[in-house]
């Protein structure tokens, strides 16, 4: 099973209507193709995003710090996919939410795509910002040579196998 993970997409209905928004759209349903599922780990802003986004595979997501006006969306979400835990939250302070911790947690928040296994064992995954990627020296303190390009997550659990990647477009 591939399951595909966006986070901190800021979207509006009107940034939605024209056709950047539509070369975008297309970009992620050729990143997603062969998803079975999709995560969105908060600051969606627009519910119009995820009934585009359910249009690809079917969509579970959490309110992000910036999603207020949709307060009645979940701040956090555990799934369990192919017998595999999963936590969602959109910060990565908010594990507590969690007890026992899930194998996998996905995070939003930081707009910054890192995947690292965390001193309890389980898998962190923040895919980083699918419209406004953040560089890494604001954590690191040095200046990386790259782009910065907007990205996702696709995690691929196959037989109690774990694994995950980042893309960039």
């Not at 119009?48 to 690809?56: A, G, N, P």
């Not at 079917?58 to 910036?66: A, C």
């Not at 296994?117 to 303190?141: A, D, F, H, W, Y």
Request: aromatic fraction near 8%.
């Amino acid at each position: 099973m591939d399951v595909g993970i966006l986070s901190d997409s800021h979207l509006t209905d009107e940034n939605m209507g024209g056709s950047s928004y539509k070369t975008f759209f297309h970009t992620l349903q050729s990143l997603f193709h062969e998803v079975d599922h999709i995560i969105h780990a908060g600051d969606i802003t627009s519910p119009r995003f995820l009934e585009d986004l359910s249009k690809i595979a079917p969509v579970s997501y959490i309110r992000g710090n910036m999603d207020y006006e949709h307060p009645k969306w979940p701040r956090k979400l555990l799934l369990n996919f192919e017998g595999v835990s999963i936590g969602v939250v959109h910060r990565i302070e908010d594990i507590g939410y969690f007890d026992p911790i899930p194998q996998v947690i996905i995070y939003g928040h930081t707009h910054i795509a890192e995947i690292k296994e965390s001193k309890m064992g389980c898998l962190l995954i923040n895919p980083g910002s699918v419209t406004q990627p953040r560089p890494r020296s604001r954590i690191r303190n040095f200046l990386e040579e790259t782009e910065l390009k907007p990205s996702v997550g696709i995690l691929s659990l196959n037989e109690g196998l774990i694994s995950a990647f980042i893309k960039q477009f």
